[in-house]
């Protein structure tokens, strides 16, 4: 198959020896000027019939395109939609745990438990306190002051105390930890 390129010459080829014929000059091969007119003719029609077989293909990469990402919207959608049902669903299993004497449900194969998190338990500290008014051996100092959280937590694991009181305004207290699902 000819390419758009080459119809481009050919057709530029036969406009310069269309030019000639006009002009009165010898014309190599073709003298007579209802055959170059004719040529020229099947040319500009095989150039028209490449753009549009080019616009077609084109046309339809595009739409190909915008299939595949109406199909990957919908997959993103669909996936968002199952994630929200399972974690409404995590959530009321959880809530049926909470209110059980045992946190566990145990089938054949799987158990369901309701667990504490692991990590480091939330603490909570007074923001109506400046870091800078935190005692020195609770912060660190930076360019800005800092409250150092892992030693609130470890003197407060030292004392055994859930909150730190310092001349009688709470700075920070120990706050429960967070529940997760244990499926498996």
Partial sequence: MTSLLDL????????EQIMAFIEEEEVEGKTDPIALINSFDELEAQIATKVDAIAAVVAAKEGEIAYLRKRRDNFNSQIEVRENALSNFKTYLEKI?????????????????LVKNGGKQPLWTNENIPAKDFPANL?????????????IRKQLAESGAKELVIN????????PRGTHLRIG
Avoid: F, M, P
């Fill in 97 to 113: 745990l909470e209110n059980r004497a045992d946190s566990t449900i145990k089938g054949r194969e799987a158990t369901i438990k």
């Fill in 168 to 175: 009688g305004e709470v700075l920070a207290q120990l706050q």
């Fill in 139 to 151: 912060v660190t100092v930076q360019t800005s002051y800092k409250v150092c959280t892992e030693t």
């Fill in 8 to 15: 481009e010459l050919s057709r530029d080829d036969l406009v």
